[in-house]
Nanobody, 129 residues
């Protein structure tokens, strides 16, 4: 029922930076989506890039996860007031070239509708040597 709206992407030379955005709203300010980023290059399988939880853990921090190949280069963050998640991509490499997709799901309960996953339309990231 929900398709997250993505923005950002584009072409950049190796070593450059891009920021991707993913807006996903459940229609309820108190139901926030968990967001994951995936990417898929031509002829390759879709692979996990990063994720961020909808709520903070007991220590007050929102859990984030990164694939090894982006750790230290990419940063995921979110602004729940805007229902938007950002993926800041730094030190980009040619092998980062892919179509990037965000995936949204929630754990709010059935009252708030299907839990997903709901996929964004994708945005192309191209990194030249």
């Amino acid at each position: 029922q929900v398709q997250p709206v993505q923005s950002g992407g584009g072409s950049v030379q190796a070593g450059g930076s891009l920021r991707l955005s993913c807006e996903a709203s459940s229609g309820y300010s108190y139901c926030v989506y968990d967001i994951s980023w995936y990417r898929q290059a031509p002829g390759k399988e879709r692979e996990f890039v990063s994720s961020i939880d909808s709520e903070a853990s007991g220590d007050g921090e929102i859990n984030t996860r990164y694939a090894d190949f982006v750790k230290g280069r990419f940063t995921i963050s979110r602004d729940n007031a805007k229902h938007t998640t950002y993926l800041e991509m730094n030190s980009l490499k040619p092998e980062d070239t892919a179509m990037y997709y965000c995936k949204a799901s929630h754990r709010c309960g059935s009252f708030f509708g299907p839990p997903g996953p709901f996929w964004g339309q994708g945005t192309q990231v191209t990194v030249s040597p």
